[in-house]
């Protein structure tokens, strides 16, 4: 294959073009460009402020789960839904029999995690609250957060991502409030919680639904993580909220 003439000058062939460029091919020169070009601007890159490389790190996420999960093609209707979702639940005045029992039991499991006593009642009243209002099986919830987070309602990723569940920040702009405090106990669990019941609902199949989640639908790595952690929590609630 020749490349075409030049300013009236003859088509040279691959062999010649190699010998005017000092033995080098030109796919390898142009590698070559984009690794200095890459080089150049790295540097810039390490010396941006804070915000700013949080923000790319985010956009990327962002870009990513959109990829899996086509985020914006939600009609106006389902958006209204899902903001009906993310409503706060008020804090109930007393337990049924079933969440005593539930909570009791996993309070005590998840002890090894959490230090604090109140900090684990609470983690436990949440998460069967939300589990119930989603028709979701609590030890999944709690699977979830074992993966995420190891319990650790203050955790922040690499990409932005917040809290227990890991709730990214983006899904207060497209469907919650911009106030929400991704770190606290409560709101976290309700992020969460409505999420996976929104995949749930997206897809049918609960292995997709944490695939879409995590931002990796089509891939099994992370729903098997997920279910192997919930054998951990074995509760004897009969709550009936399997999703």
Known sequence: MRLE?????????????????????????LAGVLVLGFLVT?????????????????????????????LLDFKPEEKAELKKMLAPEPVPNKMDFDQVVWTKDIVHTIRPWVSDQAEADMIA??????????????????????????????ALSSVGARGLMQV???????????????????????????????????????????AAYNGSLGRNKYPNKIFS??????ATSGSGTNG
Not at 229 to 234: E, G, L, R, T
């Open 42 to 70: 790295l540097p810039f890159f390490l010396s941006s402020n804070p915000e700013d490389k949080q923000r790319l790190t985010q956009n990327t996420a962002r870009s990513m789960v959109e990829q899996n999960v086509a």
């Open 229 to 234: 952690a919930m054998k951990q929590f074995k």
């Open 168 to 210: 990214m920040p983006f899904w207060k702009d497209e469907l919650g409030m911009p106030t929400d405090n991704l770190l606290e106990i409560e709101t976290n669990i309700r992020y969460g919680c409505a999420i996976i019941r929104l995949y749930l609902d997206r897809y049918k199949r609960l292995d997709k639904a944490l």
């Open 5 to 29: 003439a030049i300013d009236g000058e003859q088509p040279l062939n691959a062999a010649e073009l190699r010998l005017r460029l000092g033995g080098k091919s030109p796919k390898a020169l």
């Open 125 to 154: 009243r949440w998460v069967y609250i939300y589990s119930v209002r989603f028709n979701l099986n609590p030890e999944l919830i709690l699977g979830v957060i074992a993966v995420e987070s190891q319990f650790d309602h203050f």
